[in-house]
């Protein structure tokens, strides 16, 4: 059974080139050119992939990332003309799984498409729930209990979390957590890992004394466990 790919983008050209290439890829590929036609247009062809451009009439791709992760995992990659760091980190953090800026070079992109679909089919455990004292990180429904409590958290920050929940005590790179959460070669700036750190503390700091989200200062971030015991 095909994929299904949604494309968002009001440049005809592009959004052909896309459809060609998606189809010879095994895509069935739905082109939308106006963003305030886009989430309608999820929802009628539930697409296993979604690219998307964030300069778009009706309603910009920040925006539809942002209303599409309220709802779904579905792997979204944005494309844009827009190459400067704080786009692409603002992309990543409204939930977008890859950042790719025009012009792009179509074994590039479909090699991006790739990986990102890679890790949405699932090559982790069968459940992917861990519990501590006072927080519950299910991965499975993407919520985070804390304190009893569910916490709005954005897809990237769960993921981020259960990363090195799943392996406590254990030292990771910000290289490391780009490659293995993100899970594609970054563009060279790993402030966005700091950004998502930054504010899953401000969810967690203080809740528990039997585990933290600890800092070793010039390697990167831990999980560290203080109790010895998991749940």
Known sequence: MSKRALVVEDDAN??????LYLGRDGF???LVSDGARAEKSFDLFTPDLVLLDIMLPGKDGWQICRDLRKKSA??????TAKGETADKVSGLEMGADDYVTKPFEVKELLARIHAVMRRSDGEGPVEKKLTFDKLVINLDSYELIVDGKKVDTPPKEME?????AS?????FTRNQ???EVWGFDYFGDSRTVDVHIKRLREKLEGVS???????VW??????ELLSGENG
């Open 14 to 19: 592009i959004a052909e080139l896309l459809r």
């Open 209 to 215: 004394d039997k585990w933290s989200l600890k800092t």
């Open 167 to 171: 392996s406590p005590n254990r030292v």
């Open 177 to 179: 957590l780009l490659d």
């Open 28 to 30: 069935e590929v739905m």
């Open 160 to 164: 981020l979390l259960y990363h090195l």
């Open 218 to 223: 010039g390697v990167g971030y831990k999980f």
């Open 74 to 79: 579905v792997p979204i990659i944005m494309l």
